[in-house]
């Protein structure tokens, strides 16, 4: 019986000691990873792609691979799923979720709470109502979404920027 517990304690502290081996980063990694972060965001040049999604009133959604926003300094693409409450349902549906292309649009970037982030709200005049979209992007390339719109519940979303 003590010899399977040693055994089992062994196995796992191995097993342990080997995971948090590959996933450490040294200051230099992390220092280059937050020099691009800032150049992209203060580029207005950056792609969120999202992973999970916080409707209003329910439990977080993992998403697939295929959602994402992209900002660059003429234009703004969103491919977003919805989930929630609308207000105005569209006409047609293949308009649903958060679809759209705008090259009217405010950008601005602010520093975040803490050092090391920024706060980035966009909003858009030529997508037929306006829609907000804000960031809070960290220097380690995650960033938080949250999308108002006024013909729905806000959602947000949690993300890495590429």
Not at 71 to 95: F, M, Q
Request: charged letters at 25%; one cysteine or more; proline letters at 5%.
């Amino acid at each position: 019986m003590k010899r399977s517990a040693l055994h089992l304690l062994i196995v796992l502290s191995v097993a342990f000691g080997l995971t948090m081996c590959g996933t450490a980063q040294t200051a230099r990694e992390k220092e280059v990873v937050a020099g691009e972060v800032s150049r992209s965001v203060n580029d207005f040049d950056f792609t969120f792609k999202a992973t999970y999604a916080y409707p209003t009133g329910f439990k977080s959604i993992y998403l697939s691979p295929y959602y994402d926003v992209k900002v660059s300094p003429d234009t703004i693409r969103a491919y977003l799923p919805y989930y929630g409450r609308a207000y105005v349902a569209p006409v047609n549906p293949s308009e649903g979720g958060i679809k759209f292309t705008s090259t009217d649009f405010d950008y601005q970037v602010n520093p975040g709470k803490k050092k090391g982030n920024w706060r980035v709200d966009i909003r858009t005049k030529d997508t037929g109502r306006e829609i907000f979209l804000y960031f809070d992007i960290w220097e380690n390339g995650t960033a938080r979404l949250q999308v108002t719109d006024t013909n729905r519940q806000p959602i947000s979303f949690q993300g890495d920027l590429l």
